[in-house]
């Protein structure tokens, strides 16, 4: 069960982070962009560098990445070929993938998104997010390739940006919200996939900056493992993402991603490391975040 | 105004239907595949052909193609790359272009899925299809592209699988569904992009098979121009799709991507042409749908 593979990895590195990896050009110091001509395919290895030196910096205590396929997409087919091979390199780094792709459709194309992340296994994927807008046909698919090929998922179901309140939130006749009934289907569909730790592969996406909906949800979806993006850059606090944990101090994933690529760029390290040491700079913000995060979660 | 090129087209070739073209090995007649090697290269050569030999057979009388991004996206690179060479092809011929990509993210992230596909030109896509579950600013930033360059989209409203009722048809506590909702958003987001016939370029996808919902929309939602899938291999009826035109026999696109590439297989076409003539009984499919679509459109 791949979530228990996760879960091992969180307890032994006592660090339940991920770094989120987008490659955007803005984000590359120039100690690197110096090194690379400005054409695309410049910007795609300059990319592509930057995000193998992050990874070396930090997976002997971060245990996964999150690369946001966008921003890959938008680099055109030379971007596409970086994320895989920023997959690939941080398998070979012993760390976890997880593919933002924010997939789903209807059920036979769902098919072909699971055969091309989840069954190729070029792209080095463990889990993929998708979106469940279309309902179980939508999503099974997807369930099927990771009992097969041993993957994960992460449904949305509760979103970190401002307006996920628009649909996610609306309240139903029953007295549910939207979010609530994903999170249902959600516990549904993972309950063949519950691992030694209680909790299912096919886990859920929830927002850092929701604070009343992660402690509802970690109640109301006791097998499902959260991948929970905001934290930093968007405005997530350590004390509310605590709330996504439960009494064994386990069940999620913090996932920072400006926050750790930027750290070189940031008030409190711009001093001790700046451009020239963006390495360490990021090493150092991870450290400081894990720090941060795992008291909260001891405090609770 | 995009909406009004399409639609000047519709009228023109009075034909509101759109040729799906999803490249999955299977569909190809061995007319084409065996002049390919049997390689990941050689399927998406195959494919190709497949695809421009569909075009060139229908470009006269079919206003646009859309492309399923996930089976160009489970060829890997390479089946990107037939995506790009698919959506040039078919913009030479003079057709439009609407890709099926369901995507959808943050603000930020939608930004740079915009980018991707709405402002890199090599991608020649006049269409994007998009996910409204993370709400207006995961939506926005693809509307702003759309505004820069002259592009349109689809959002998903009621698709046209059979699970999408889990989600979609929720009832809220206002009396609303939760696809209602987001066709009241998708009239917002689409207000200051209407043409001259009163349709906005910010159109929905509304599926073929639930035609109650069909003309609650059409009613509901009088400056959305629909995006009908569904016909044909999944069940949708002419007589069912004509309830999502107006007054004046306008207002949708309908969408059939198996009954036309799979022609050739069909009961009605195999014995006049069968897998050697494959072309010409996509191109006897396509007058078949058109005359019934149109018939059913002008008794309504």
């Given at each position: 069960?791949?979530i228990?593979?996760?879960?091992d990895?969180i307890i032994?590195m006592?660090?339940?982070?991920?770094?989120?990896?987008?490659?955007?050009?803005e984000f590359i110091p120039?100690?690197i962009k110096?090194n690379?001509?400005?054409t695309?395919?410049?910007i795609?290895?300059?990319c592509?560098?930057?995000?193998q030196?992050?990874?070396?910096?930090?997976?002997?205590i971060?245990p996964a990445?999150?690369?946001?396929a966008?921003?890959?997409?938008?680099l055109?087919?030379?971007?596409?070929k970086i994320l895989?091979e920023?997959?690939?390199y941080?398998?070979?780094?012993?760390?976890f993938?997880i593919l933002?792709?924010k997939?789903?459709?209807?059920g036979?194309?769902?098919?072909?998104y699971?055969?091309?992340?989840?069954?190729?296994?070029?792209?080095?994927v463990?889990?993929l997010t998708?979106?469940?807008?279309?309902?179980?046909d939508g999503?099974?698919?997807f369930?099927?390739?990771?009992?097969?090929?041993?993957?994960?998922?992460f449904?949305?179901?509760?979103?970190?940006?401002?307006s996920?309140?628009?649909?996610q939130n609306?309240?139903?006749?029953n007295g549910?919200?939207?979010?609530?009934?994903?999170?249902n289907?959600?516990?549904?569909w993972?309950?063949?996939?519950i691992?030694?730790?209680g909790?299912?592969?096919?886990?859920?996406?929830?927002g850092?900056?929701h604070?009343?909906?992660?402690?509802?949800?970690?109640?109301k979806?006791?097998h499902?493992?959260?991948l929970?993006?905001?934290?930093?850059a968007?405005?997530g606090k350590?004390?509310d993402?605590?709330?996504?944990?439960?009494?064994?101090?386990?069940?999620?994933?913090?996932?920072?991603?400006?926050s750790l690529?930027?750290?070189?760029?940031?008030?409190?390290?711009k001093?001790s490391?700046?451009a020239?040491?963006?390495?360490?700079?990021?090493?150092?913000?991870?450290?400081?975040?894990?720090d941060e995060?795992v008291n909260c979660?001891?405090?609770?």
């Amino acid at each position: 069960m791949i979530i228990d593979s996760l879960i091992d990895k969180i307890i032994q590195m006592n660090n339940p982070t991920v770094m989120g990896l987008d490659p955007r050009y803005e984000f590359i110091p120039d100690e690197i962009k110096n090194n690379y001509k400005d054409t695309n395919e410049g910007i795609c290895q300059a990319c592509l560098a930057f995000n193998q030196k992050l990874i070396d910096s930090v997976c002997d205590i971060i245990p996964a990445i999150k690369p946001q396929a966008a921003f890959y997409e938008a680099l055109g087919l030379e971007g596409m070929k970086i994320l895989k091979e920023t997959c690939q390199y941080a398998k070979e780094k012993g760390m976890f993938v997880i593919l933002d792709a924010k997939r789903g459709d209807i059920g036979s194309t769902s098919k072909a998104y699971a055969k091309a992340y989840l069954e190729d296994e070029e792209y080095a994927v463990d889990f993929l997010t998708v979106n469940p807008y279309l309902g179980s046909d939508g999503i099974l698919p997807f369930v099927e390739a990771c009992e097969k090929n041993q993957k994960g998922l992460f449904i949305l179901v509760k979103t970190s940006n401002p307006s996920s309140d628009e649909l996610q939130n609306l309240k139903l006749e029953n007295g549910k919200t939207v979010y609530e009934t994903v999170g249902n289907l959600t516990e549904e569909w993972g309950k063949n996939f519950i691992g030694k730790y209680g909790y299912s592969s096919i886990c859920a996406v929830v927002g850092a900056t929701h604070p009343a909906e992660l402690k509802e949800l970690r109640q109301k979806m006791p097998h499902t493992f959260f991948l929970i993006p905001g934290y930093g850059a968007q405005g997530g606090k350590a004390e509310d993402i605590a709330l996504a944990f439960d009494e064994n101090k386990m069940g999620g994933i913090v996932n920072a991603s400006r926050s750790l690529m930027l750290a070189y760029n940031s008030d409190l390290w711009k001093e001790s490391y700046g451009a020239k040491k963006f390495a360490e700079a990021t090493r150092a913000e991870a450290i400081r975040m894990r720090d941060e995060i795992v008291n909260c979660i001891q405090e609770k």
